[in-house]
């Protein structure tokens, strides 16, 4: 008797026990610009992940080389850090967080709080692939699925969505950062 009543008690605190949760609120194109830092069209250089300090997770160092900057500047070579990576041969998924290689095009709308490294706005919600045109080799980025219309009403899938040279992406920051 004296076992189950301290196994119901166990699973009584763990049933109660306080659970820690990440929500994201969904972003407009428009919030992303006005809520960032910078935005920049970048290169992965290199991903490092470590221990964070309290060596309870796992996070991934980032290093850009900014090849173009749409809004800010913080520099020829960006760090920034992600929640998740991979060290001392353990890997650590954390929902939500985008995954960067090293060789890779992105444009990245990052928040910066100095003397902290920056982070990218919104978790994936602020990173967008820039990927090659397979006929014209013209690099292309999908603008993102939400828009904010003249109501104030957030438009998922826009009909007129499709993808924009980086040229054609950075004027569309541009345009939406215009209203700041």
């Given at each position: 008797?004296?076992?189950?009543?301290?196994?119901?008690?166990?699973?009584?605190?763990?049933?109660?026990?306080?659970?820690?949760?990440?929500?994201?609120?969904?972003?407009?194109?428009?919030?992303?610009?006005?809520?960032?830092?910078?935005?920049?069209?970048?290169?992965?250089?290199?991903?490092?992940?470590?221990?964070?300090?309290?060596?309870?997770?796992?996070?991934?160092?980032?290093?850009?080389?900014a090849l173009r900057y749409f809004k800010g500047d913080l520099g020829e070579s960006v760090l920034l850090?992600?929640?998740?990576?991979?060290?001392?041969?353990?890997?650590?998924?954390?929902?939500?967080?985008?995954?960067?290689?090293?060789?890779?095009?992105?444009?990245?709308?990052?928040?910066?709080?100095?003397?902290?490294?920056?982070?990218?706005?919104?978790?994936?919600?602020?990173?967008?692939?820039?990927?090659?045109?397979?006929?014209?080799?013209?690099?292309?980025?999908?603008?993102?699925?939400?828009?904010?219309?003249?109501a104030g009403r957030v438009i998922r899938g826009a009909a007129e969505r499709r993808t924009?040279?980086?040229?054609?992406?950075?004027?569309?920051?541009?345009?939406?950062?215009?209203?700041?």
């Amino acid at each position: 008797m004296k076992h189950c009543v301290a196994a119901t008690s166990v699973v009584m605190l763990l049933t109660f026990a306080p659970l820690a949760a990440i929500t994201v609120q969904p972003m407009t194109f428009e919030q992303l610009v006005h809520e960032s830092d910078a935005v920049i069209y970048a290169r992965v250089d290199h991903v490092r992940g470590q221990w964070t300090p309290d060596r309870r997770s796992i996070e991934s160092v980032v290093a850009l080389d900014a090849l173009r900057y749409f809004k800010g500047d913080l520099g020829e070579s960006v760090l920034l850090r992600l929640p998740g990576g991979e060290a001392g041969g353990r890997v650590s998924v954390f929902p939500g967080a985008p995954v960067l290689r090293e060789g890779e095009l992105v444009v990245v709308f990052l928040r910066s709080h100095a003397p902290a490294i920056p982070t990218i706005l919104g978790f994936t919600q602020g990173l967008f692939r820039v990927f090659a045109d397979a006929r014209t080799g013209v690099p292309l980025v999908t603008p993102p699925p939400l828009k904010s219309s003249a109501a104030g009403r957030v438009i998922r899938g826009a009909a007129e969505r499709r993808t924009l040279t980086v040229d054609a992406f950075a004027a569309a920051v541009r345009e939406a950062g215009s209203g700041q």
